[in-house]
C-alpha cells in the first residue's frame, strides 16, 4: 500500500496517513486510477476537528477487514474540506438534494467522471436507528455497480444535470431597499427565540452575522427591536456553555435551545466573527460584558490559535483525553463538583459549582457540567448583562469570582489538551485581522493590532506570493496547493480594510484593492453574479456558486460589503457598480431567508447609509481617528494620516483647520463643513458624545 497522504499540508488528511485504506488526496490520477480498474470512487470529506469523523475513522477507516474491502473495489479518496471549499461545496449541495440534509464525515460515490451516484454522511460499523452498517453501504454500491451500471450512470447524469440547472443567472431585481430590509427584521422577530437568545431550535448556532446587521439597522434606523434581538442573543451566549467561561472563546454551536452544552470544537471562523460582533455591541451600547467578552475572545484566539508564523490555526478539537485516558468530547472543558473542590477546596468549591451551575446530576455526560452562568444575579455580578450596562456588584464577590477563574484555568492548563489544526486559512485569517485589528482599536490595546498586522504580512508574504493570486491554506509557512476560492479574497480584502482604517497604512487598501480587482475579472459572471471559483480555476461537476451564509460569510456577500468599502475609499464606480449587483441577492433573499444572508443584509445597510465617508487630518490614534472609528453609521469608512496625504484618496487636499486636527465626513456625493471637535463628530456618525 503506498502512503499519498503523508506529505499534505493538511492535518486531517495527515490524520488519515497511516489508514490501512489506500487513501488518495483529491487529484486527476485518483480518477485515472478509478477509470482504469473500473471502480467507482468513494468521496470522504471531513475536517480534523470534527468528532463524528474521528469516530468513523475509528470504527470503519481503521479496521483492516473494512479497508481491505475498500482497498479491493474502490478508489478512495480523501478530502479536507476545509482545504477544497469547492469540492465540499459542490458535493454536498448533491448530498442535500438527494437526501434533505447533510454534514460531516460527508460519504459519496462517484464514477470515474465524478458524478455522484449514492450520499450518505455518518455511516456506523453496524446497523443502527435505521441506518445501514458501512460494510453494508460498500456491498450495496458493488453490487449496483458490477450488476445495474446502465442504472447507476442514469442516476450520476440525472444528478449532474439538476445541479447544473441550479446557477444563478441573476441576483435579483435592483438592490436592497428600506422595504425589503424592514422585512428582513420582521422575519428575524418572527425566528427570535425571546426566551433564550439567537435565533430558531436546537442546535443553535450563534448568529454573529445577523447580529452585525441588527446593529447596522438599528444605528441607521434607531429600531430598539433590532438593537434588543442583538442584546438578548449576545447576553445569552456570554452566559452560556457555548462561552468558555474560564478562557474565553467560543465553541461551534449548541446542542440545544439554551447554549448549555456546546458540541465543543472551537473554530477560528467563529471566535473572529463574534469577538468582532461583541466589539460592535460595545461600540453601540457601551456594555461592560460585550467589552469583557471581546477582549477575553481577542485572547483566547492569540494564545490558543496564533502559530509561530503569526498566522492562525483553523481549530481546536472537541476531543482529547479525560481521567481515565479515553479520547472524548469535552474532557478539557467540563467539570464535576468533587473536581471544583479539590482544585478551590471546600468553600471556594461550593461556591464555584453555585456560581457556574456545576451539579452533581450534571449538566453533560457522566455527572460533568459545562460551566454557565445560569443565575440573572451571577449573569450580573460578572458583567454579562443584557446588554445595557454592567453592574458590578459586590467587589469582594467579583474579587472572589476572579480567583477562582484564574486557579481553574490553571488547574485547566494542566489537563491533556484538545488537539490543534495548525492549517491557516486565508479567509479566517482575514476575519481575524479584521477582529484584532479594531478590537485592540477599540480598547487601547495596541498588541492586539500588532498580532493583525503580523497575520495580514503573514497572507501577503505566503499565500499571496509574487502575483495578486491568492492559496487557500498554508503550514507551517509553506503556501499549499490549493488556489484561493472567492471567499478568500473578499475575507481578506475585509481584513486588509479594517487594518487600514485603524493602523493609517495605505498599504492594506492597496492590497485590498489587488484582490477585489481579482474578484471583478476572475470570479464575476454576466448580470452581476458570483462563483465560488475563479474561471481559470479546477473544473469540477459543476462550477460552485452559494450566496448564502453559513458558519461563515458566504463569498458573494463577503465580497458585496469588500467591494462597497474599497468603493468608499477610493470612489472606484466599477467596484460600487459591482457591489450593487452582488446585493441582488439580498433583494431577492433578504425578506425570504434572512438567518442565512445576515452578512448581505449587514452590506445592504451600509449602501442605504451610503456608506459615509470620513477623512481624518490629523495624528493616527488620535482622538478624532479614536472618534471615527467608534462611529455606529453603517459601514462607516475611515482614512487617517497626515493632511494631503497620499496614503489614502480620502486624504487627498484635506487640510487642518486653525491648525488643528480636522474630521471631514462626506456622503452621498454631499461633504460636511469640516470639524475639529470630536463630539461634533461622534454626533455625525451616529456615536455617543
Same mark, same amino acid.
Given at each position: 500500500? !503506498?502512503?499519498? @497522504?503523508? #506529505?499534505?499540508?493538511?492535518?486531517? @488528511? @495527515? +490524520?488519515?496517513?497511516?489508514?490501512? =485504506? #489506500?487513501?488518495?488526496?483529491?487529484?486527476?490520477?485518483?480518477?485515472?486510477?478509478?477509470r482504469r480498474r473500473d471502480v467507482p470512487v468513494l468521496l470522504s470529506v471531513?475536517?480534523?476537528?470534527?468528532?463524528w469523523c474521528h469516530v468513523m475513522a475509528h470504527e470503519s477507516f481503521e479496521d483492516d477487514g473494512t479497508a481491505a474491502y475498500l482497498n479491493e473495489h474502490f478508489v478512495a479518496v480523501k478530502v479536507d474540506r476545509e482545504e477544497r471549499p469547492d469540492v465540499d461545496a459542490v458535493y454536498m449541495e448533491a448530498v442535500q438534494a438527494a437526501t434533505g440534509q447533510g454534514g460531516w464525515p460527508m460519504t459519496v460515490f462517484l464514477t470515474a467522471e465524478g458524478e455522484p451516484f449514492y450520499f450518505g454522511t455518518y455511516f456506523p460499523p453496524a446497523p443502527r436507528h435505521g441506518m445501514p452498517s458501512f460494510r453494508q453501504v460498500l456491498e450495496g454500491v458493488v453490487t449496483a455497480w458490477t450488476d445495474r451500471r446502465e442504472e447507476v450512470s442514469e442516476v450520476a447524469g440525472r444528478i449532474v444535470a439538476d445541479l447544473a440547472g441550479r446557477s444563478l443567472a441573476h441576483g435579483g431585481q435592483g438592490v436592497p431597499d428600506e422595504a425589503d430590509l424592514a422585512q428582513a427584521l420582521l422575519g428575524l422577530t418572527r425566528d427570535f427565540d425571546d426566551k433564550h437568545g439567537g435565533f430558531g431550535g436546537a442546535p443553535k448556532f450563534p448568529p454573529s452575522m445577523v447580529v452585525e446587521f441588527l446593529l447596522r439597522h438599528h444605528a441607521r434606523t434607531g429600531s430598539d427591536g433590532a438593537l434588543q434581538m442583538a442584546l438578548e442573543s449576545c447576553a445569552a451566549m456570554a452566559r452560556?456553555?457555548?462561552?468558555? +467561561?474560564?478562557?474565553?472563546?467560543?465553541?461551534?454551536?449548541? !446542542?440545544?435551545?439554551?447554549?448549555? !452544552?456546546?458540541?465543543?470544537?472551537?473554530?477560528?471562523?467563529?471566535?473572529a466573527l463574534l469577538c468582532r460582533a461583541y466589539a460592535h455591541l460595545w461600540r453601540s451600547t457601551g456594555s461592560e460584558a460585550a467589552r469583557r467578552v471581546a477582549l477575553e475572545t481577542a485572547d483566547f484566539m492569540v494564545r490558543e490559535l496564533r502559530t509561530a508564523e503569526g498566522g492562525y490555526a483553523?481549530?481546536?478539537?472537541? #476531543?482529547?483525553? #479525560?481521567? +481515565?485516558?479515553?479520547? =472524548?468530547?469535552?474532557?478539557?472543558? =467540563?467539570?464535576?463538583?468533587? +473536581?471544583?473542590r479539590e482544585v478551590l477546596g471546600d468553600e471556594d468549591g461550593a461556591f464555584a459549582a453555585e456560581y457556574f451551575g456545576v451539579t452533581e446530576e450534571g449538566t453533560f455526560e457522566e455527572g460533568s457540567s459545562v460551566l454557565r452562568l445560569p443565575a440573572s444575579g451571577a449573569a450580573r455580578d460578572d458583567g454579562a448583562d443584557d446588554g445595557g450596562g454592567a453592574d458590578d456588584g459586590d467587589d469582594a464577590r467579583s474579587d472572589r469570582v476572579d480567583s477562582v477563574r484564574a486557579r481553574l484555568f490553571a488547574a485547566r492548563e494542566l489537563r491533556p489538551r484538545p488537539g490543534r489544526d495548525d492549517k491557516v486559512v486565508a479567509a479566517w485569517n482575514g476575519l481575524a485581522v479584521a477582529a484584532l485589528a479594531e478590537t485592540g482599536a477599540y480598547f487601547d490595546r495596541p498588541d492586539l493590532v500588532e498580532r493583525a498586522t503580523e497575520a495580514a504580512d503573514l497572507l501577503v508574504r505566503v499565500h499571496l506570493g509574487e502575483v495578486a493570486r491568492l492559496t487557500r491554506t498554508s503550514m507551517d509557512g509553506r503556501a499549499g496547493g490549493n488556489d484561493g476560492v472567492l471567499e478568500d479574497y473578499a475575507n481578506v480584502a475585509e481584513g486588509f480594510l479594517a487594518l487600514a482604517a485603524v493602523t493609517g497604512e495605505g498599504a492594506w487598501l492597496e492590497f485590498a484593492g489587488f484582490l477585489l480587482d481579482v474578484v471583478l475579472a476572475r470570479f464575476t459572471g454576466e448580470g452581476g453574479q458570483l462563483f465560488d471559483t475563479a474561471d481559470d480555476a479546477e473544473r469540477l461537476i459543476r462550477r460552485p456558486q452559494d450566496p448564502t451564509d453559513n458558519a461563515t460569510p458566504s463569498g458573494w456577500t463577503a465580497a458585496a460589503n469588500a467591494l462597497l468599502t474599497y468603493a468608499a475609499h477610493t470612489g472606484s464606480e466599477p467596484h460600487r457598480t459591482a457591489a450593487e449587483a452582488a446585493l441582488g441577492v439580498v433583494k431577492a433573499l433578504g425578506p425570504r431567508a434572512p438567518r442565512f444572508v445576515g452578512w448581505g443584509l449587514a452590506a445592504a445597510e451600509a449602501l442605504l447609509d451610503g456608506p459615509r465617508e470620513v477623512a481624518v487630518a490629523g495624528p493616527v490614534g488620535g482622538e478624532l481617528h479614536r472618534t471615527a472609528l467608534l462611529g455606529r453609521a453603517p459601514g462607516a469608512v475611515v482614512a487617517a494620516g497626515e493632511p494631503g496625504g497620499g496614503e489614502f484618496p480620502l486624504l487627498v487636499d484635506r487640510m487642518l483647520v486653525g491648525g488643528e486636527p480636522t474630521a471631514y465626513v462626506c456622503r452621498h456625493f454631499v461633504c460636511d463643513a469640516p470639524t475639529t471637535d470630536a463630539a461634533e463628530l461622534a454626533r455625525k456618525l451616529g456615536g455617543a458624545e
Open positions: 500500500m !503506498v502512503n499519498r @497522504l503523508a #506529505d499534505a499540508t493538511s492535518p486531517y @488528511l @495527515l +490524520q488519515h496517513a497511516d489508514n490501512p =485504506v #489506500d487513501w488518495w488526496p483529491w487529484s486527476p490520477e485518483a480518477f485515472e486510477e478509478a471531513g475536517y480534523s476537528s470534527c468528532h452560556g456553555g457555548i462561552y468558555d +467561561q474560564i478562557g474565553g472563546g467560543f465553541a461551534r454551536y449548541s !446542542v440545544d435551545r439554551g447554549w448549555t !452544552v456546546p458540541h465543543f470544537e472551537k473554530m477560528l471562523y467563529d471566535n483553523s481549530a481546536l478539537d472537541a #476531543d482529547s483525553e #479525560d481521567t +481515565q485516558g479515553r479520547h =472524548v468530547e469535552g474532557a478539557f472543558y =467540563v467539570w464535576t463538583p468533587a +473536581q471544583l
